[in-house]
T-cell receptor
């Protein structure tokens, strides 16, 4: 059962444009939603994360928008750059839940073209 | 990679042979995890550990076993490797944190079973 659904699978954006990746979750007990960025040949790295008590969190060009009623959250990359080309994973977790486990989406491969 | 090393980084083995992958951390984090990453499936949890000698199964644990005899080391063993276990394996670490279940990933091990 896929508890976190991520779309699109791949995305091509022009330099300077906005990249938007969406995730939907099923378990209403989730209360921590991170995004990870992965470059080829590397391990995933934490990019930004949000708790459900806020609807938006911004760090530089990266913003998470969170809609608790719709059980959806999204990553927006403003002014996308070729260096942002990577695979992005959303995830969800229950803080204090057994093992600090994360449930991941299936990933979005982003390519930013010049 | 947050003080996490994985060894070997690449391995080719034959069907039916045993394989052990090692994860070593220098962060003294309580939790350690083994994931596999496959196209279209994202990151799937194999096993995790919540302390020395304390381990539990993830969503894709069949065919894998783990051991943790020291805080810093977490071993993943494929008792009899199969072609379906060809994948990239990532180790991750985490500490209990009331603000979020942040996990930090190692560089990965690419395993090919022929």
């Amino acid at each position: 059962q896929q508890q976190v659904k991520q779309s699109p699978q791949s995305l091509i954006v022009q330099k300077g444009g906005i990249s938007i990746i969406n995730c939907a979750y099923e378990n209403t007990a989730f209360d921590y939603f991170p995004w990870y960025q992965q470059f080829p040949g590397k391990g995933p790295a934490l990019l930004i994360a949000i708790r459900p008590d806020v609807s938006e969190k911004k760090e530089g060009r990266f913003t998470i928008s969170f809609n608790k009623s719709a059980k959806q959250f999204s990553l927006h990359i403003m002014d996308s750059q070729p260096g942002d080309s990577a695979t992005y994973f959303c995830a969800a977790s229950i803080i204090g839940g057994g093992g600090n486990k994360l449930t991941f989406g299936t990933g979005t491969q982003l390519k930013v073209e010049l | 990679d947050a003080g996490i090393t994985q060894s070997p980084r690449h391995k080719v083995t034959e069907t039916g042979t045993p394989v052990t992958l090692r994860c070593h951390q220098t962060e003294n984090h309580r939790y350690m995890y083994w994931y596999r990453q496959d196209p279209g499936h994202g990151l799937r949890l194999i096993h995790y550990s919540y302390g020395v000698k304390d381990t539990d199964k993830g969503e894709v644990s069949d065919g894998y076993s783990v051991s943790r005899s020291k805080t810093e080391d977490f071993l993943l063993t494929l008792e009899s490797a199969t072609s379906s276990q060809t994948s990239v394996y990532f180790c991750a670490i985490s500490n209990r944190d009331r603000s979020g279940n942040e996990q930090y990933f190692g560089p990965g091990t690419r395993l090919t079973v022929t």
